[in-house]
């Protein structure tokens, strides 16, 4: 047990090889993957979705506490995420690595089986991407390809007055599972025989560690014939995606406090710390729910899945983004997203 | 001048407003592009070609002597050449960045300028990426996308019996280029007062600073209906790269050492090195021209374009890939190309 594979004993290309031969392809649209100097792709008449991302280490995961089979797992499930984002399936997935040699075989195998696990959660095929080695620390880059009909995408700028603002399952658990395993680091840094306290909080550290895109929304909007006016995924805090849709759709809206949904478990990790739950929802991120727009026609279809909370509605731009609180107060909804540059 | 604006002035937002404002869109088939959760790509019943890329300071450039313009110019070219050894057309391409605080806003510009002036130069369309801090140096994830007609893209698998083993441009001058930059930076290092000596060098460095992807030869193979049946790009050497085609096409070849195209001022470089030009050309790397099978057949059209080399002919698998030296003798080829693990 805990053999160690020193990655410089393969050669870059018997690498790829270990890491890329289980791979199984779901989609028909994956006509060339992994082994060439690029993939190629036929979607048969729909339009393609692509994006990307990078996820460095120390900067968006600390290692200390994240599984590497669940960093793999979240890097699939992020940019699975900004494809269900614009309305689109997730096809295919690009992946890029670059680490330095404190990374065994053996670590990136444990890596590479969260990612395999994703892809056959989500259906999405690793078609390419790139093993490199970094000098310092753990290096991701994703894209992530969709497909979807001819102009049914989903940007952030249709939103319209009189419409309805809603999210999908609950906010704000992610950010409190990084805050229980921030403190309990600092614990451990302080006296390495502590334990750490975890008991009770799967649900929070749960959706940190390994939080699932909405696929199977955006499934039951096709099955519903729902398409939303604008979407966004809930990356960087609820407060901050609304504000996306408002300034790109040039509208305002109201968020009703009482209707963000929470759940019991978050709400008691948040006591814990003595923080608002509310701000939490508002203000903590990486929840990858999706929020979205749709017509007030469309509310009744919305009955099928309880996984959607109504949250408020658009207004005129003139009236601005506005919260109402559990108390009846009325206040400027404000970004406090995740800036990685301060 | 040699202002320095910090990038935490400005916020995440703010910064890719910055970065992505002079973009312009040269392919109908960018519906949408930077600003949204993904970008939206119809390639008009076309096939969809995808290629991705890690580009890490301090094991892929060298700041020291890599103008962030060349470099943003490069990261593009290299992406566009895998998609150009597919047989397939660039059209877009996806930027992810990460970088230290050591790097200003003025720097950024100076690595877009790169990368603007290469997607003008190769008609690519800026559609998407993703801007992000690192804890050491500078980091990049390209994705480039390309379209080709249906089931006409090229991998390395099919070259047969008897076809023409091709190359484009010339061989070798990347390495010297960087072999000369390393000399002086080494130079440098140890007596900050010498200036860097790259008189009568311009082609050597020009090739690994700023190399071409060759978008106008496949242009050319369109125009004269040329269809290689095999097809790499010269990033890791030509050994290295012939080996690729012969093991995956399960053949074998004769390459004459003669017919490598080697330009006189790489051979007056390598001799400064005592260095022989020809293992320049078969380990150097980084000169991103296109290797090709064609059949033969196809010969007489290659007389149009005085930039392709036919460099051996493919053989039975059994009789292995060797190369006939200038003197006659007859040696395996073995790879020697650049390993990012050793």
Same mark, same amino acid.
């Given at each position: 047990?805990? /053999?160690?594979?020193?990655?410089?004993?393969?050669? /870059?290309?018997?690498?790829?090889?270990?890491?890329?031969?289980?791979?199984?392809?779901h989609n028909?649209?994956?006509?060339?993957?992994?082994?060439?100097?690029?993939?190629?792709?036929?979607?048969?008449?729909?339009?393609?979705?692509?994006?990307?991302?990078?996820?460095?280490?120390?900067?968006?995961?600390? %290692?200390?506490?994240?599984?590497?089979?669940?960093?793999?797992?979240?890097?699939?499930?992020?940019?699975?995420?900004?494809?269900?984002?614009?309305?689109?399936?997730p096809?295919?997935? %690009?992946?890029?690595?670059?680490?330095?040699?404190?990374?065994?075989?053996?670590?990136?195998?444990?890596?590479? /089986?969260?990612?395999?696990?994703?892809c056959e959660q989500y259906k999405v095929?690793?078609?390419?991407?790139?093993?490199?080695?970094?000098?310092?620390?753990?290096?991701?880059?994703?894209?992530?390809?969709?497909?979807?009909?001819?102009?049914?995408?989903?940007?952030?700028?249709?939103?319209?007055?009189?419409?309805? %603002?809603?999210?999908?399952?609950?906010?704000?658990?992610?950010? %409190?599972?990084?805050?229980?395993?921030?403190?309990?680091?600092?614990?451990?840094?302080?006296?390495?025989?502590?334990?750490?306290?975890?008991?009770?909080?799967?649900?929070?550290?749960?959706?940190?560690?390994?939080?699932?895109?909405?696929?199977?929304?955006? /499934?039951?909007?096709?099955?519903?014939?729902?398409?939303?006016?604008?979407?966004?995924?809930?990356?960087?805090?609820?407060?901050?995606?609304?504000?996306?849709?408002?300034?790109?759709?040039?509208?305002?809206?109201?968020?009703?406090?009482?209707?963000?949904?929470?759940?019991?478990?978050?709400?008691?990790?948040?006591?814990?710390?003595?923080?608002?739950?509310?701000?939490?929802?508002?203000?903590?991120?990486?929840?990858?729910?999706?929020?979205?727009?749709?017509?007030?026609?469309?509310?009744?279809?919305?009955?099928?899945?309880?996984?959607?909370?109504?949250?408020?509605?658009?207004?005129?731009?003139?009236?601005?983004?506005?919260?109402?609180?559990?108390?009846?107060?009325?206040?400027?909804?404000?970004?406090?997203?995740?800036?990685?540059?301060?």
């Amino acid at each position: 047990m805990n /053999e160690r594979t020193e990655v410089s004993s393969l050669g /870059e290309f018997a690498l790829i090889d270990h890491l890329t031969k289980n791979i199984e392809i779901h989609n028909v649209s994956s006509i060339l993957g992994v082994g060439d100097d690029a993939a190629v792709i036929d979607h048969f008449g729909k339009q393609t979705v692509v994006t990307n991302d990078l996820l460095i280490e120390g900067v968006h995961f600390d %290692l200390m506490y994240t599984p590497l089979k669940h960093l793999g797992y979240k890097t699939v499930a992020v940019n699975v995420s900004d494809i269900c984002a614009m309305n689109a399936t997730p096809t295919q997935i %690009l992946l890029g690595i670059a680490f330095s040699n404190r990374f065994s075989l053996e670590a990136l195998d444990d890596f590479y /089986e969260g990612v395999y696990a994703a892809c056959e959660q989500y259906k999405v095929d690793l078609i390419g991407g790139d093993t490199t080695t970094s000098q310092k620390g753990f290096i991701i880059s994703c894209t992530a390809i969709g497909e979807v009909a001819p102009d049914k995408y989903v940007t952030r700028k249709g939103a319209q007055k009189g419409e309805l %603002l809603c999210v999908t399952g609950d906010l704000g658990a992610a950010f %409190l599972g990084l805050t229980l395993l921030e403190r309990e680091k600092k614990i451990f840094l302080e006296n390495p025989k502590v334990q750490p306290d975890l008991e009770g909080e799967t649900y929070t550290v749960g959706k940190i560690l390994k939080p699932e895109a909405r696929v199977d929304v955006i /499934e039951y909007f096709e099955k519903t014939g729902i398409t939303p006016t604008a979407m966004i995924d809930v990356s960087d805090g609820l407060s901050s995606e609304i504000l996306h849709i408002c300034q790109q759709s040039g509208v305002g809206c109201v968020l009703y406090e009482e209707k963000i949904p929470v759940t019991e478990e978050t709400r008691k990790a948040a006591f814990k710390f003595n923080l608002d739950p509310t701000a939490c929802a508002l203000s903590g991120g990486e929840d990858y729910e999706l929020l979205f727009t749709i017509k007030q026609d469309d509310f009744e279809k919305l009955s099928g899945e309880n996984s959607i909370s109504v949250i408020g509605y658009i207004t005129d731009e003139d009236a601005g983004a506005n919260i109402i609180t559990k108390g009846g107060g009325k206040h400027p909804i404000t970004a406090q997203g995740w800036n990685a540059f301060k």
